[in-house]
């Protein structure tokens, strides 16, 4: 396993350790709200996390105990035009509305306090999410005279059911992590001075799963979502295929006596 790095900017830190890349947005005086600097780099890291040989999981969390992400940054939308706006959203929307969810990689979300608008969006992308005792849910997007532009519409229904996505987009109404948990919007809550050590042995008990497998059931998985069950039985079947001949296949048959040819190197890299 290589030496741990990081990397920082103004918007946000990125450590590597034991296979986990913990990305911490760095904006706790706004909430961690997204600028368009750390959206560009939202979109960079997940590209370039999931090209690491380094990683195999990634975590995004917020600064500090207050907010995992407030959504857009209010204040510097508030000084755009709209033919900005216009250009940007046709510049950077297909890039940002799957900038994580398409990462091959298994991502998880730590959610410690506000979560709200674009921020529960980029929530919605992680493949996990797990909540602290103080979070707070919310898509306000109707309130403010727009809709979530970001995935929301599609995703929540997704994770919550398409009545229940109506009445939360509708009225916008916050909800606590407790019920969040209920609806299937996140896997567990836990105290809040908890969640990173909870969100980090989660990710590193997946880290430490043969890497293919888990990149391989990743798209079946999501084929599941997207696919009739012919479509979704098919894609999982080509999923399963590259396992075949995986170093960590091989190793696995082999220590059963099996035809696993030479052994695989380290589990964990297959
Ligand atoms: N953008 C910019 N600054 C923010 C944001 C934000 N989204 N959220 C909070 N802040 C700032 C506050 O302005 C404040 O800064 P300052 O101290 O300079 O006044 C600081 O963070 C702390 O916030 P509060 O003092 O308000 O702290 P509270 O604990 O009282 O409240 C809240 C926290 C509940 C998070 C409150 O700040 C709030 O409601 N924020 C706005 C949340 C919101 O509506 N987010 C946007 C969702 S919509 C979206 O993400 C999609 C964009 C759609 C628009 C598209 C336009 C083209």
């Known amino acids: 396993m290589p030496a741990p790095h990081s990397l920082t900017t103004e918007v946000k830190r ?3 350790e034991d296979g986990v890349a913990l990305v911490t947005l760095t904006r706790p005086r706004v909430m961690n ?7 560009a780099e939202i979109i960079d890291f997940a590209r370039e996390l999931d ?12 600064e500090g105990d207050r907010a995992f992400c407030a959504g ?30 398409s990462m091959a990689k298994p991502t998880i979300a730590a959610i410690n306090g506000y979560c709200l608008g674009g921020g529960f969006e980029l929530a919605l ?29 599609q995703r929540l229904p997704r994770a919550v059911g398409l009545q229940k996505a109506k009445e939360l987009i509708f009225t916008g109404r916050r909800f606590d992590a407790h019920e969040a948990e209920r609806l299937g919007v996140v896997l567990r809550v836990v105290p809040q001075p908890e969640l990173m050590a909870a969100t980090m042995d989660l990710a590193r008990s997946i880290a430490r799963q043969p890497r293919m497998s888990l990149i391989q059931a990743k798209i079946a998985l999501n084929a599941s979502q997207e696919t009739m069950l012919s479509g979704g039985l098919q894609a999982e079947n080509e999923a ?11 190793g696995q048959v082999a220590k059963f ?8 190197e380290e589990q964990g890299k297959g």
């Open 125 to 153: 992308q992680c493949d996990l999410r797990i909540a602290s005792d103080n979070a707070t849910f919310s898509l306000p997007e109707v309130g403010l005279g727009f809709l979530p532009g970001a995935g929301g519409t």
């Open 14 to 16: 990125v450590s590597i």
């Open 51 to 62: 090209a690491d040989p380094s990683v195999a999981v990634v975590v995004i969390t917020g």
């Open 240 to 250: 399963w295929l590259p396992c075949l001949l995986s170093d960590a296949w091989k």
């Open 33 to 39: 709200a997204v600028n368009l600097q750390l959206r």
């Open 257 to 264: 006596g099996g035809k696993g040819e030479e052994r695989g």
């Open 72 to 101: 857009a940054d209010l204040k510097e939308r508030g000084q755009r035009s709209v033919q900005q706006l216009y250009d940007e959203r046709r510049f950077f929307r297909s890039r940002w509305v799957n900038s994580v969810a």
